[in-house]
């Protein structure tokens, strides 16, 4: 379950209180401070400002630079391509799963770490592939796991 800080939205929704016109400014705001935008901060927002939770949902899930899903500090992505599957992605995708307590596609609880599969990242030669906020490690293998996380502590 993801902690999400309400106090902190509502001092946010508190900057732009009385102006017209602030709902994107207001969203990319808690997208920055958050790292997403949790349904609660949608119902504090409409109730406070009077905007319909549609109209929000709206912009939200149009601009590319809002997430309504909980998105971690760190994203991992591991490729499971054919060439690294043969390579043995699925045995890491199962130790990272095991390491970080999430299942592919979900976000640890402590908003550290996401976890996505990808599908070729292009450098099958290098696989099993894991990418860790734009760095690539390749030839990835169980034992390696843990060493890669921690240098996201
Ligand atoms: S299949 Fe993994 S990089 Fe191509």
């Given at each position: 379950m993801v902690k999400i800080d309400l106090k902190r939205v509502d001092e946010i929704i508190g900057r732009y209180k009385?102006?017209?016109?602030v709902l994107i400014q207001l969203l990319l705001d808690i997208q920055n401070e958050l790292n997403w935008i949790p349904r609660e901060a949608i119902t504090q927002i409409s109730e406070r400002l009077r905007i319909p939770k549609s109209h929000i949902y709206r912009i939200a899930s149009f601009?590319?630079?809002?997430?309504l899903n909980p998105v971690g500090r760190h994203t991992i992505q591991i490729c499971l391509g054919t060439a690294c599957q043969v390579r043995g992605a699925p045995k890491i995708l199962d130790r990272m799963e095991e390491s970080l307590r999430i299942k592919e596609g979900e976000t640890t609880s402590d908003m550290r770490f996401s976890l996505r599969r990808v599908?070729?990242?292009?450098?099958?030669?290098?696989?099993?592939v894991v990418v860790v906020d734009g760095n690539y490690y390749g030839k990835v293998t169980s034992a390696m796991v843990e060493d890669i996380l921690e240098k996201y502590e």
């Open positions: 009385g102006e017209e016109g601009y590319k630079a809002m997430s599908n070729c990242l292009g450098c099958c030669a290098m696989g099993p």
